[in-house]
């Protein structure tokens, strides 16, 4: 499946939430888009090189241990686990939500999704409130000893 990168855009942790909300099976990748990931809907393991069967993902489906707690929360959780990500792999690279079938898992036990349905980029605005709300959680949750970008 070919798709352009000309996807709506998710410009509030409020409307990230609210797409969990409505919809299963979710999944977040950072990289350049689709319009590079689905020539060939695959990820490289970067350590050994191996081609992996799908692209590798995150799931934004709330865990049933979650128990409750703010969808937008845990939206943002998810959200700052991989903010990271566009400093390490460089220019171009950001955040977008994907629908797909998991194939597989990758070396961090990361889902690799194939059968690959672009739904929309996660504006960076997103990302940044999705680090106040998780830096506002210190205090209960105690520290996640990541940079986040």
Partial sequence: MSAPDDLPVVTTLADAAGLVRRHQGLYVRWSKGP??????VSSTDELTGVSMPGLSANPLDVEQWWDGRSVELWVARRLYDYAHLPHDKGPGVRPWVLRGRETGRGPDNEPLVADVEPL???AENVIEEARDEVTRQEREWGTLRRKGG
Avoid: A, E, P, Y
Wanted: hydrophobic fraction near 35%; proline fraction near 0%; aromatic fraction near 12%.
């Fill in 35 to 40: 319009g590079t990931d689905l020539h060939k």
């Fill in 120 to 122: 929309c980029w996660i």
